[in-house]
């Protein structure tokens, strides 16, 4: 029998990687398919695992008002136990409070579901699973590149979501504590006596408010962290739109050089995370250790 010319050895090799890369190719999307499947398991549970802490936050939140407003509630009974009228009117300002804590309990805290130790534990495991799968899908330093880029997006947004969150705090104390001073003054001036009246108690708590307001703003610098994420934000944002318009840095680059400017992007964009890394570390160290930070945020 005649063989065919094209049934050599090479042909067959050939059909055979072919064949092998296919499997592989098959193989490879399998494993992105799962991979996309099971980071999305991952921010679900820890979608349903941030909501149910913040749940649990709160109804504590509302357990220590209701506990305070009780302690508060008897001690000052005690003090006005024979002023029938003012012992009333706080009755009825701690017993409101109370209740409003306890509803805040009823509507927040979930009462059906896993608990919320079984959602860890969940969180957890697929966490694990995931970083395990990482570990055995390893894609190629262009793919990385590109999700590299692809993801900037999202630390440009957290970290202006943590400026913004920031720069709330900060004023929210800010004000508190321009508003309490003002208090004081004010009810400070309406006092006449040294007997235990209400300007006295009012006088003692706003004073204790704005001393740890005071303590918390100068403490946490909540001011420059917001200045300094929100400049890591948009120093991020400016390579992002220098490498997508091929500018600046970028506009040496033609269209064949992408993963020349893809590296210099990643690289770049790494300096300026890093620098607000330095940064963060130096905002939690205590004054009198912590060296410059640079340029002190304006007004």
Not at 145 to 168: F, P, T
Not at 181 to 187: F, L, M, Q
Not at 228 to 249: C, M, R, S, W
Request: charged share 25%; net charge positive.
């Amino acid at each position: 029998m005649d063989r065919s010319l094209d049934d050599d050895a090479s042909s067959r090799m050939n059909d055979a990687e072919e064949y092998l890369s296919a499997e592989q190719r098959r193989a490879a999307a399998a494993e992105r398919s799962k991979l996309r499947d099971l980071r999305h398991e991952v921010k679900q549970a820890d979608r349903e695992l941030a909501r149910r802490t913040t749940a649990v936050q709160i109804g504590l939140l509302a357990l220590i008002v209701a506990g305070v407003s009780l302690l508060t509630g008897l001690g000052w009974a005690v003090l006005t136990w024979y002023s029938p009228a003012t012992l009333l009117r706080i009755a009825i300002i701690c017993g409101t409070l109370i209740l409003i804590a306890v509803a805040v309990v009823i509507v927040t805290v979930p009462r059906r579901g896993p608990r919320l130790a079984a959602l860890m534990n969940e969180a957890d495991t697929k966490r694990e699973e995931l970083r395990f799968l990482s570990s055995l899908y390893y894609p190629t330093l262009k793919e990385r590149r590109s999700l590299y880029r692809e993801d900037v997006v999202g630390v440009i947004e957290q970290h202006r979501a943590d400026s913004r969150k920031y720069r709330l705090v900060h004023n929210a104390l800010q004000n508190l504590i321009m508003i309490g001073s003002a208090a004081t003054t004010t009810v400070a001036a309406l006092d006449t006596g040294n007997k235990l009246t209400w300007q006295n108690v009012t006088i003692v708590a706003i004073g204790f408010t704005v001393t740890l307001s005071a303590a918390f703003t100068g403490y946490y610098k909540y001011r420059e962290r917001s200045y300094f994420l929100l400049q890591t934000a948009d120093a991020i944002e400016e390579e992002t739109n220098a490498v997508t318009l091929g500018i600046g840095p970028y506009k040496d680059f033609g269209p064949n050089q992408e993963q020349q400017a893809l590296k210099l992007f990643t690289q770049r964009v790494e300096d300026r995370r890093n620098e607000q890394r330095r940064r963060q570390q130096q905002l939690d160290q205590p004054a009198d250790q912590a060296p410059p930070t640079g340029a002190s945020p304006g007004g």
